[in-house]
């Protein structure tokens, strides 16, 4: 991926109709669909169909940075499931310790078939992405089809070096310490903000133990 997916044919999942990004490349658009409301079940419902390969989503509503209700992945999961869909949570901008647990989706009671990591993995030294998944999946795609991926990038040993590090540092019980620290430092902010103008600033939701705001 270049710009978080915004090139090529990955700026068809990953570029919302709105930034034109499909149409800025000129790419078919009759691969991939936007479900309107983020967090609603019933909006991504009708789109699960017999050709529906994945879902695809951040455990988060980025627009807004609004956290998925706590019933939303959970209840997607068992739907996409019942329709043969793989479901596929994207953790490039909210895992690895942003949301003070390894992915934010962790917060949630469920199995994703795919997890996508990236940007913060290469610990701001090296670009750096990987795809987790299930072993059944796995062997689906690369050893039991007639094709398999291949890239000339894959592999380094330096990004592996990195990546192993970074991993290493986001699971140390003081910088989860850290997060929380910083956490309770920004909500206090952000409630002096919400008090002091309230017709700027609100506080909209609890996720986790915690409350976020967000501007309206």
């Not at 609603?40 to 998925?68: G, K, Q």
């Not at 670009?127 to 795609?141: E, G």
């Amino acid at each position: 991926m270049a710009f978080h997916g915004h090139s090529g044919l990955a700026a068809l999942v990953t570029g919302s109709e709105p930034e034109g990004m499909a149409e800025h490349y000129r790419l078919p658009t009759g691969y991939s669909e936007f479900f309107g409301e983020y967090g609603v079940v019933e909006a991504v419902d009708r789109y699960i169909n017999h050709e529906c390969a994945a879902v695809i989503l951040e455990p988060m509503n980025y627009e807004t940075f609004e956290p998925a209700p706590m019933d939303f992945l959970p209840k997607l999961v068992q739907l996409c499931r019942s329709r043969g869909t793989l479901l596929i949570i994207d953790e490039t901008r909210t895992g690895l310790g942003r949301s003070g647990r390894l992915y934010m989706s962790s917060l949630y009671q469920f199995e994703p078939d795919m997890v996508i990591l990236g940007k913060g993995f290469g610990g701001g030294l090296y670009p750096v992405s990987a795809l987790l998944t299930r072993k059944d999946i796995y062997d689906s795609c690369m050893n039991q089809s007639a094709w398999g991926y291949q890239s000339s990038l894959a592999g380094s040993p330096i990004a592996a070096i990195v990546a192993a590090k970074v991993l290493e540092i986001v699971q140390r019980r003081e910088l989860a310490e850290n997060v929380a620290r910083l956490e309770s430092a920004l909500k206090f902010g952000f409630r002096s903000l919400c008090e002091t103008y309230p017709d700027v600033f609100s506080r909209a939701w609890v996720l986790g133990g915690y409350r976020r705001a967000r501007l309206i």
